[in-house]
């Protein structure tokens, strides 16, 4: 975005002295060095109190399966837990079918070299749904200060080219910087339900993008 004022002959800006105001972005490709994926483990029973032991026996199993690999146990926690009714419906009938149960484990990875590992290692050990593999990175605040310097160098440039557009003498530090804000467009996998006996699965971690902006303000004169 650009913004030209002309000059302003009194004011607070001084004699002969106006603005350019531009917007200054900033982007920078991350590699992920941490994840975190749902695993699922839903259990259906007629009986609530057989659906609920059944569903915590696999949740157990697949927590120390999890656990083995090296995982530790603060990086395993409770995502979602629900019971829910089952009905079928027949000529507009509604038939009880069951209770379903469905407890969903966040499990943070930090070597996303078992990504893959982890997720097979769940299948097999009761886990029937998997959703939400996210890759992240864990120093984000370090990346986007370099975005955001980015974005500073970026608005200047553009303030350079509209002066020299102008014939004008631009004043290039800025007079004043707005921070648009910081985003980082994490690298999503769909979420998915699979079946019992799938190995080798393969996640890209790809890039994640973290970008910044900002808005800034530059004085400059008439050239004489």
Do not use: W
Not at 21 to 32: F, I, R, S, Y
Not at 45 to 55: C, F, G, M, R
Not at 103 to 132: A, M, P, R, W
């Amino acid at each position: 975005m650009y913004n030209y004022q002309p000059p302003i002959r009194n004011g607070l800006l001084g004699k002969g002295q106006s603005l350019i105001k531009v917007t200054g972005d900033g982007e920078l490709a991350v590699q992920p060095d941490t994840a975190s994926v749902n695993l699922g483990v839903i259990t259906e029973n007629k009986e609530l109190i057989t659906a609920q032991q059944q569903n915590s026996q696999e949740s157990t199993k697949v927590i120390n399966s999890l656990l083995s690999l090296g995982i530790p146990h603060s990086h395993v926690q409770t995502f979602d837990y629900r019971i829910e009714s089952d009905y079928d419906y027949e000529q507009g009938k509604q038939i009880f079918r069951g209770y379903k149960i469905t407890h969903i484990l966040q499990v943070k990875i930090e070597d996303l070299s078992i990504i893959g590992k982890v997720v097979d290692t769940g299948v097999e050990n009761g886990v029937n749904y998997v959703s939400n593999i996210q890759f992240k990175v864990k120093n984000k605040d370090s990346y986007y200060h370099q975005a955001l310097t980015l974005a500073i160098n970026n608005a200047i440039e553009k303030a350079k080219t509209i002066a020299a557009a102008l014939n004008v003498t631009l004043v290039q530090t800025p007079s004043l910087i707005i921070e648009g804000g910081a985003v980082a467009q994490p690298f999503y996998h769909q979420p998915e339900t699979l079946v019992k006996g799938i190995s080798s699965t393969q996640f890209e971690p790809g890039q994640i993008l973290v970008k910044a902006s900002i808005v800034a303000e530059f004085h400059y004169l008439p050239t004489h």
